[in-house]
């Protein structure tokens, strides 16, 4: 168990629809991370929180967007999905200093149907 | 930008067998980390190994080590003893060590399976 939770673990939607996807990082983590893995693209970096504020923006589609709240969880939302954007999305938290490992929650599969 | 690239998409070895993944990487910075990470069947990201790129001497987590060329910008993980349950996707990684930017850039993987 990595210490990083993500819900719900499995998500099926329809075409065009929203949905959200929540990460609690590891209890001192500061850093929470987004990826996508498809089997067309990858494992590709989305974007980075840390402590609320966005740091880094990678190949996230304007369609999607991220929110790092006081508590620190961090939710991913996806809107106007299309038949693409199934993948698996995983979060990940690190602490940003000397030892910056991250570590990945389980992953959340998205299937647009 | 970094890059990595890893280009065995599949390996096989035998139980007890040695086996070497390879991978190699771009970048115009000075110091970094790179990681393996091993992804099962099951789908989770497990971290295998780290090397920051400052320190010369070769990491190592048990069966695990690597083999960390700086010059020639490669980083291959060697794995000993193979057993079962390290059939997994290997990915090896890059990230910056200055900043707090510190996203991964992954290469596209390496499936090993482990024969018995």
């Known amino acids: 168990d990595s210490g990083v939770t993500q819900t719900p673990k499995h998500l099926i939607t329809a075409t065009g629809q929203r949905v959200t996807l929540r990460c609690s990082p590891r209890s001192g983590d500061l850093s929470v991370y987004w990826y996508q893995q498809s089997l067309d693209q990858g494992l590709q970096f989305l974007i980075q929180?840390?402590?609320?504020?966005?740091?880094a923006k990678g190949n996230i589609l304007e369609r999607f967007s991220a929110q790092q709240f006081p508590d620190l969880h961090s939710e991913l939302n996806l809107s106007s999905l299309e038949l693409g954007d199934s993948a698996l999305y995983f979060c990940?938290?690190?602490?940003?200093?000397?030892?910056?490992?991250?570590?990945f929650g389980q992953g959340t599969r998205l299937t647009v149907v | 930008a970094q890059t990595v690239t890893q280009s065995q998409p599949e390996m096989s070895v035998q139980e007890a067998e040695t086996v070497t993944l390879s991978c190699t990487y771009d970048t115009s910075e000075n110091n970094y980390y790179l990681f393996w990470y091993k992804q099962p069947p099951s789908r989770q990201m497990i971290l295998v190994i780290r090397?920051?790129?400052?320190?010369?001497q070769n990491a190592t987590e048990n069966r695990f080590s690597v083999n960390f060329q700086k010059a020639a910008k490669s980083f291959s993980l060697k794995i000993s003893d193979s057993q079962l349950g390290d059939t997994a996707m290997y990915f090896c990684?890059?990230?910056?060590?200055?900043?707090?930017?510190?996203?991964?850039?992954f290469g596209s993987g390496t499936q090993l399976t482990v024969l018995p």
């Open positions: 929180y840390y402590n609320g504020e966005e740091r």
């Open positions: 990940a938290s690190s602490v940003v200093g000397a030892r910056s490992e991250a570590f």
């Open positions: 090397q920051e790129a400052y320190k010369q």
């Open positions: 990684a890059f990230m910056k060590s200055s900043g707090s930017a510190r996203q991964l850039t």
